[in-house]
């Protein structure tokens, strides 16, 4: 089998890159800043990077079946967002009554069009704890609660097993789903990280395989659908966050990293940290789903 090759990068030096997304209609990669709220689209062919600045930190999105407009997970709540315009459609704020306590995190679209979303904890000291929703529409539905950093989520390829992460448990959990319903049950351990390392965005490929971002552990791990690991990627940043397969032959893996929290004798040591890496694999994903309006 041929080597997973790092290619390229796209030099951005993010403070928190997350929540990265290949969008086969732009032949285009792109993902968030969440701490300096930008969002960023980088169109492969040409080498050309565009970015937007948002209103309010953006932790995750997906791409709509209406060109131009995204389905975002705001701090505050979840909106329909169209970048080269900055229209907004506010759709639920379901905690906002917790604004500084909890912000959204990490989010993706499901199979059936809903898109799924959580809530960490900013504030440890308001007492307070995250949840994931499910949005169907114009709705919000809590699906699980007392979270803390959400994270991990994706499904495999036939829709019916969810995988989630509460990071700081270093713990993935897959469920079995309901794809007509979103109803989750039979929660069980996927896979467990050691610490300190956490387990943070997630993507599965073709052959129903996980690739897992390993918070603070410089890799990304690929794990079998029994949960054992079956390869490991060395990333030259040490906060990798996030994960997504891409390109024609949706054979590259873009990885986002993160800079926030390194000294400065770790960042002249990790060049490459906060930057978009580009790697050739032998393996493909999926297309990503697009949120029904």
Not at 74 to 81: C, I, K, M, Q, V
Not at 91 to 117: K, M, Y
Not at 216 to 227: H, N, Q, T
Request: glycine fraction near 8%; charged fraction near 20%.
């Amino acid at each position: 089998m041929d080597p997973i090759e790092l290619i390229d990068r796209v030099e951005v030096r993010n403070t928190l890159g997350e929540g990265v997304l290949w969008d086969a209609r732009q032949n285009a990669v792109w993902w968030t800043d969440i701490l300096e709220a930008r969002l960023y689209r980088y169109q492969l062919d040409q080498r050309q990077l565009t970015s937007f600045t948002v209103h309010e930190r953006l932790c995750s999105f997906g791409f709509t079946e209406r060109d131009g407009w995204l389905i975002c997970a705001f701090e505050s709540g979840f909106a329909l967002y169209q970048p080269e315009t900055v229209e907004i459609d506010w759709i639920a704020r379901p905690e906002q009554h917790l604004a500084g306590a909890t912000r959204f995190n990490d989010g993706r679209v499901d199979r059936q069009g809903r898109f799924w979303s959580g809530t960490k904890v900013e504030d440890p000291q308001a007492g307070v704890s995250g949840s994931l929703y499910c949005l169907s529409g114009r709705t919000a539905t809590p699906v699980l609660t007392d979270l803390q950093i959400p994270n991990s989520i994706c499904w495999n390829p036939d829709g019916r097993r969810f995988y989630f992460a509460d990071s700081p448990t270093h713990t993935i959990q897959t469920y079995d789903f309901d794809p007509a319903t979103g109803a989750i049950r039979n929660g069980r351990v996927f896979a467990q990280t050691p610490a300190p390392f956490e387990p943070d965005g997630s993507t599965i490929d073709a052959e129903g395989y996980l690739w897992n971002a390993w918070w603070g552990g410089s890799r990304v791990v690929r794990y079998a659908p029994d949960g054992n690991i079956n390869i490991e990627v060395s990333t030259p940043a040490s906060q990798p966050t996030c994960v997504a397969f891409g390109g024609a032959e949706m054979n590259l893996l873009f990885v986002s990293t993160a800079t926030v929290g390194l000294s400065d004798e770790q960042l002249a040591n990790e060049p490459y940290a906060g930057n978009l890496l580009i790697y050739r694999t032998p393996h493909r994903g999926l297309p990503e789903e697009r949120f029904k309006i």
